[in-house]
């Protein structure tokens, strides 16, 4: 699935099943919530953190995608193409830092 094809799958089912798009900044705080999920298992698989009985089950992979879906749905909510953002942005990181990550110590000699 493309991210074009995303947008477009996620404005479906929203009209489909989801009756409206939430207000952006509901939307806002949905994606921070889930954040905070993602956050949750890294630092409890990654971390020093142990995982709480009601975490053990929860799937990395499955949080990943929500924060997907809510920036996808403000995405289309502010009439964004993502593939063209993202694409603007690979090219300003590539200007920005093309020499920045090469020349840094603390990354060479890891």
Same mark, same amino acid.
């Given at each position: 699935?493309?991210i074009?094809e995303a947008?477009k799958t996620?404005?479906?089912?929203i009209?489909k099943?989801?009756?409206?798009?939430f207000s952006q $900044?509901t939307?806002?705080?949905?994606l *921070? /919530?889930?954040?905070? &999920?993602?956050?949750?298992?890294i630092?409890? =698989?990654y971390? /020093?953190? !142990?995982?709480? &009985?009601?975490?053990k089950n929860?799937?990395? !992979?499955? /949080?990943?995608?929500d924060? $997907?879906?809510?920036?996808?749905? $403000?995405?289309?909510q502010?009439? +964004?193409?993502? *593939? &063209?953002a993202l694409e603007?942005n +690979?090219?300003?990181? =590539? /200007?920005r830092? !093309? *020499?920045r990550h090469?020349?840094?110590?603390?990354?060479?000699?890891?």
């Amino acid at each position: 699935m493309t991210i074009s094809e995303a947008q477009k799958t996620v404005d479906d089912w929203i009209k489909k099943y989801g009756v409206r798009y939430f207000s952006q $900044l509901t939307n806002m705080a949905i994606l *921070t /919530e889930e954040v905070g &999920e993602v956050a949750r298992i890294i630092s409890r =698989t990654y971390g /020093e953190q !142990s995982f709480k &009985e009601s975490d053990k089950n929860k799937d990395l !992979s499955d /949080e990943l995608a929500d924060v $997907l879906w809510v920036v996808i749905c $403000l995405a289309n909510q502010c009439g +964004i193409d993502l *593939t &063209e953002a993202l694409e603007r942005n +690979i090219r300003k990181k =590539t /200007e920005r830092d !093309s *020499t920045r990550h090469i020349s840094n110590e603390k990354l060479i000699s890891s």
